[in-house]
């Protein structure tokens, strides 16, 4: 028997409204399977998963990695201190490399926009996005979509989400404005003009340069982190100055829907985009994307090898 083809997961951009959809579902089971452990699942128990990050991360890493041990695969971690890339060995010959020794799950994060895509090119195995650069973070969008589902109990047809603060650099602000205007919800985009694209329809959607009229009415507000590795200059009077205008108080929540739920991909910079207040309030879903972010990797390990 033909063994089937890897299914790549390189970003929201292409991928059909049934996909998402079948990968949130999936994720369901896996949430519920965590919260009620019974052993490992043997869904991937024949599978090796390589996670190559090549930029610091605490939630993706760790996640991917439990969801593949949790699965049941083999997974080996390799980050770019620990790898030859250290030496000045190319992305090129560490994905040979890694090749050879017959992954059937690529997991890579790297800041050069397109190398996944890259990658995918040049294995066997199935390649995962895991953020490149300021490009996307497939995965960020769809735990992020399935935090929404669970904690407002709906489909997110006619939401309305306010997605706020560092878009220039920001791989997250693009995989959920895609993803959340598949799935049927209306997006706002809000940052300081110098962190805006040069192009402002350029992530498609509306786009302002307050973040009071994102929130208007929002049913969702998604705050970003201030990429300061990623600040090649001068772009912001100061953090306070940021915190004080971009900042997320009570007072400019009050102008979301009373329902609204709060969200940050992490690592969160508190008092810059989230007042204290709010980072812990109960409108704050921040580590319910934690959690969902483990079974929604779940899901997307076993779509990439053709497991359900």
């Given at each position: 028997?033909?063994?089937?083809?890897?299914?790549?997961?390189?970003?929201?951009?292409?991928?059909?409204?049934?996909?998402?959809?079948?990968?949130?579902?999936?994720?369901?089971?896996?949430?519920?399977?965590?919260?009620?452990?019974?052993?490992?699942?043997?869904?991937?128990?024949?599978?090796?998963?390589?996670?190559?990050?090549?930029?610091?991360?605490?939630?993706?890493?760790?996640?991917?990695?439990?969801?593949?041990?949790?699965?049941?695969?083999?997974?080996?971690?390799?980050?770019?201190?620990?790898?030859?890339?250290?030496?000045?060995?190319?992305?090129?010959?560490?994905?040979?490399?890694?090749?050879?020794?017959?992954?059937?799950?690529?997991?890579?994060?790297?800041?050069?926009?397109?190398?996944?895509?890259?990658?995918?090119?040049?294995?066997?195995?199935?390649?995962?996005?895991?953020?490149?650069?300021?490009?996307?973070?497939?995965?960020?969008?769809?735990?992020?979509?399935?935090?929404?589902?669970?904690?407002?109990?709906?489909?997110?047809?006619?939401?309305?989400?306010?997605?706020?603060?560092?878009?220039?650099?920001?791989?997250?602000?693009?995989?959920?404005?895609?993803?959340?205007?598949?799935?049927?919800?209306?997006?706002?985009?809000?940052?300081?003009?110098?962190?805006?694209?040069?192009?402002?329809?350029?992530?498609?959607?509306?786009?302002?340069?307050?973040?009071?009229?994102?929130?208007?009415?929002?049913?969702?507000?998604?705050?970003?982190?201030?990429?300061?590795?990623?600040?090649?200059?001068?772009?912001?009077?100061?953090?306070?100055?940021?915190?004080?205008?971009?900042?997320?108080?009570?007072?400019?929540?009050?102008?979301?829907?009373?329902?609204?739920?709060?969200?940050?991909?992490?690592?969160?910079?508190?008092?810059?985009?989230?007042?204290?207040?709010?980072?812990?309030?109960?409108?704050?879903?921040?580590l319910e994307q934690v959690e969902a972010g483990v079974?929604?990797?779940?899901?997307?390990?076993?779509?990439?090898?053709?497991?359900?």
């Amino acid at each position: 028997m033909t063994p089937a083809s890897p299914r790549h997961l390189l970003g929201i951009e292409g991928m059909d409204r049934s996909t998402a959809l079948a990968l949130l579902d999936a994720a369901d089971g896996f949430f519920v399977s965590n919260r009620n452990p019974a052993g490992k699942l043997g869904t991937l128990g024949t599978k090796t998963v390589m996670n190559l990050f090549f930029e610091a991360s605490t939630r993706t890493r760790t996640s991917f990695e439990l969801a593949g041990k949790r699965l049941g695969a083999d997974v080996v971690n390799l980050g770019g201190s620990s790898s030859s890339t250290s030496k000045g060995e190319s992305l090129r010959d560490t994905v040979a490399t890694v090749d050879a020794m017959r992954a059937d799950v690529i997991v890579i994060r790297h800041p050069a926009s397109g190398a996944p895509h890259y990658v995918a090119r040049s294995t066997r195995a199935a390649v995962v996005n895991a953020g490149d650069g300021m490009h996307e973070h497939p995965t960020q969008a769809l735990l992020d979509a399935f935090t929404i589902r669970k904690r407002l109990g709906r489909g997110l047809e006619g939401l309305v989400g306010a997605i706020c603060g560092d878009l220039l650099h920001s791989s997250v602000a693009r995989s959920n404005t895609l993803l959340l205007q598949l799935l049927g919800a209306t997006v706002r985009l809000a940052g300081p003009r110098t962190l805006l694209p040069r192009d402002p329809g350029a992530l498609g959607a509306p786009t302002f340069d307050r973040i009071e009229p994102a929130l208007e009415g929002a049913h969702v507000v998604m705050m970003l982190r201030i990429q300061r590795e990623r600040l090649g200059a001068a772009l912001l009077p100061s953090l306070r100055e940021y915190s004080r205008v971009f900042g997320l108080s009570r007072q400019k929540l009050a102008l979301a829907r009373p329902e609204a739920i709060v969200l940050h991909p992490g690592p969160m910079n508190r008092g810059v985009e989230l007042a204290d207040d709010v980072a812990d309030a109960a409108e704050s879903a921040i580590l319910e994307q934690v959690e969902a972010g483990v079974a929604v990797r779940m899901a997307v390990l076993g779509h990439c090898v053709g497991k359900s």
